[in-house]
């Protein structure tokens, strides 16, 4: 006899005031195509975009109605119906926007990751910390249904004790999106992996030990790490594994979660890696043990439905003075795996990533 399917809750909300008035600084991809349309349709109140190429600017504000196009950052720390800066430029420029803009006193929403270096992250969380403003970072992949539906059933203990877990990546990677990331000195790990750890840590906590080994795809025209393995050690035993390849040519693609425990499994796909940015719905199955795996349907895509869930959180923190889930202090923690991977390869060996500047 099959034991009942519990049915998880993942679908973000958002808190009972959010019409705070949000200006955008970035108007490039990710802003276009998840950002607007996420908030689009919770109806939030965009007041308007900073680029600092005009074009795209002026190009953001027509396709989405978005009412102010401002000609400097200054002017738009300046605009009284901003409350919340929300940013999304390459990660070297976020921590000089977001000084300005808390020192301005607006409440942000930075873009992942929230700086490259550990100890621009730490900076930006001491800002926020000295302004009394909140910071959220745009870790959303918490709230895409695959991985929210899996913590849900986590905390729920409908696997048990976690024993092992595997997020496994194999997928042709659209790079040429970001063409600034094509000479970086860190690509997987830094820009895509970051979302795997951070939601591992999500899910599990923080490891003690990590251990990771990078390596590049032959004739890659990217500078940086495109195939990457790392393993994350907890003190109960529960080890979690991260695999990705961004350059399979095969039509075999793969982006797979799978969650054991001693009581039950969790099995899923992440849909947004099926062909990205368009992606499709992720896939979660459960099964106690013992039990055959039952398909748990899902609704909403990581990209861009996920995106409310971090604005969401942020205008939570406002109104209730309690921290962003994804706050910039939280997110050192995920930062400290980033680096801690990035020394890991590089030094050959095993790293407590807590030990690393914090
Ligand atoms: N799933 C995700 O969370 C996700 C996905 C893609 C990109 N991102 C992140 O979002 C950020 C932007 O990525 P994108 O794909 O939109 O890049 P993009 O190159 O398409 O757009 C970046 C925009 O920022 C503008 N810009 C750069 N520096 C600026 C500055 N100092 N002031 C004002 N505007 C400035 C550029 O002119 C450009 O229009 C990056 O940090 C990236 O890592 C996150």
Redesign the pocket.
Known sequence: MHTPIPTPTYIPTLPPIHDYGIAI????????Y?HLPAYRTHQLTIVGC????PA??AHTAATHRIGRVYTS?AELLADPAVTIVD?????W??R??AEQALAAGKHLLC???LAEDLADAIAIAAAGERAQRYVAV????RWSAGIAASADLIRSGAIGQPTDAQIWVSAETPWH?????RDSDHLDVM?HSI?YLDSLRHLFGNPTALTSRHARYPGQPERAETKTITILDYPDGLQASVMVNHHDASRATAATFRFLGTAGIISGTIG?MYDY?HGRTDTLAYARHGDELVDIPLTGL??PDA?IGPMASLMHAIQTGTDPITSARDNIATLQLVHGAYRSAHEGRTIAPDTLLS
């Open positions: 600084v970035g108007c490039g991809g990710i802003v276009n998840a900073y680029d600092r190429d795209a600017a950052l940013i999304a430029v390459p990660a420029e976020q000089a926007i873009q992942k990751p745009n870790q959303q992949m999106m970001w063409p600034w990331l820009y979302h947004s940015p990581w990209i995106f």
